[in-house]
């Protein structure tokens, strides 16, 4: 079995920055694409952004340029640095760790973007 625990979310105001990261630990064997994604209240959960086991990344248009992924895979963790947050991107943030056609979800972490 695979954990994934996500830390790192708030309260930040238009234009702040945030760092989210989460760890993975368990039955993990190997480097395994892990991503980001977010779920308004009433919406459906949305990709933020992925990362490969090699480092390639992809990102929702929306975020582009202001959000950014990376991981280490030393410490199976993935990190999501957020700047020039907008009130738009208030949601519940979940890790994602994909393993073959297994999808591991952390239990979301809040974030709010509001002044």
């Known amino acids: 079995q695979v954990q994934l625990v996500e830390s790192g979310g708030g309260l930040v105001q238009p234009g702040g920055s945030l760092i989210l990261s989460c760890a993975a630990s368990?039955?993990?064997?190997?480097?395994?694409?892990m991503g980001w994604y977010r779920q308004a209240p009433g919406k459906q959960r949305d990709l933020v952004a992925r990362?490969?086991?090699?480092?390639?990344?992809n990102y929702a248009e929306s975020v582009k340029g202001r959000f950014t992924i990376s991981r280490d895979n030393a410490k199976n963790t993935v990190y999501l640095q957020m700047n020039s947050l907008k009130p738009e991107d208030t949601a519940v943030y979940y890790c994602?760790?994909?393993?073959?056609?297994?999808?591991?979800w952390g239990q979301g972490t809040q974030v709010t973007v509001s002044s």
């Open positions: 994602n760790l994909r393993r073959g056609t297994t999808d591991y």
């Open positions: 368990g039955s993990i064997f190997g480097v395994f694409p």
């Open positions: 990362i490969t086991s090699g480092g390639s990344t």
